[in-house]
């Protein structure tokens, strides 16, 4: 079936420098996208979505950059702090010709910053 | 608002046990889903709901059942708790709209021994 997964399920990064967390999928019909945060002992977070008809969207310190070409998905932390730690999900919600409110997500990708 | 919030937070169940992991929202959100986290890996949708008195299974149902008598409240059924359930189940909601955010409960961290 159809999945999303990530390319690299730890990264490591130095306090304040940028952080790029990928993501692929292989559901051509997939039409929205979004990325949670999942600290430790707690439930995920949103951070932020993006829609197929855009290739990119910023939000306070992130930003999230759709390839439909590749089927690839990315989120890039700006000047990555200590909070940012935690593990970062990528999700779909595939169009299904009628209202399909469900996720699929990926692994996750652990992220680590060290200061 | 306390958003999505779940009880018990911790349980321990011996095989073949039944419990209800509870989860209640209050944003008057018409859509719900009961997720399972296993080590490791990310969310699988074990049920969800588009509406009160309304329930359809997701990608892992086996073993659960649900119910959604009122719109706030979502309880998650184990009737006969195994081994291979072992895990952390998250409870979300979203109000409905295809690009809505969901939103997450903090989670019952489940132990079958």
């Known amino acids: 079936g159809e999945s999303v997964g990530l390319h690299l399920p730890t990264l490591s990064v130095q306090e304040g420098d940028n952080s790029i967390i990928n993501c692929a999928y292989s559901n051509s019909a997939s039409d929205y996208f979004i990325w949670y945060k999942q600290e430790s002992g707690k439930g995920p977070q949103f951070i932020i979505d993006?829609?197929?008809?855009?290739d990119k969207r910023q939000g306070q310190r992130v930003t999230v950059l759709l390839n439909k070409t590749v089927k690839h998905l990315s989120l890039q932390i700006a000047a990555t702090q200590p909070g940012d730690s935690a593990v970062y999900f990528c999700?779909?919600?595939?169009?299904?010709?009628?209202?399909?409110?469900?996720?699929?997500f990926g692994k996750g990708t652990l992220l680590t910053v060290n200061p | 608002n306390a958003g999505v919030t779940q009880t018990p937070k911790f349980r321990i169940l011996k095989i073949g046990q039944s419990m209800t992991l509870q989860c209640t929202q209050d944003m008057n959100h018409n859509y719900m889903y009961w997720y399972r986290q296993d080590p490791g890996m990310g969310l699988k949708l074990i049920y969800y709901?588009?509406?009160?008195?309304?329930?359809d299974k997701g990608e892992v149902p086996n073993g659960y059942n649900v119910s959604r008598s009122t719109t706030e409240d979502f309880p998650l059924r184990l009737e006969l708790a195994a081994p291979s359930q072992t895990s952390v189940y998250f409870c979300?909601?979203?109000?409905?709209?295809?690009?809505?955010?969901?939103?997450f409960g903090p989670g019952t961290r489940l132990t079958v021994l």
């Open positions: 993006i829609r197929s008809n855009m």
């Open positions: 999700a779909e919600k595939p169009y299904s010709g009628g209202s399909n409110y469900k996720l699929t």
């Open positions: 709901s588009v509406g009160a008195g309304i329930t």
């Open positions: 979300a909601s979203t109000a409905g709209a295809r690009t809505d955010t969901q939103y």
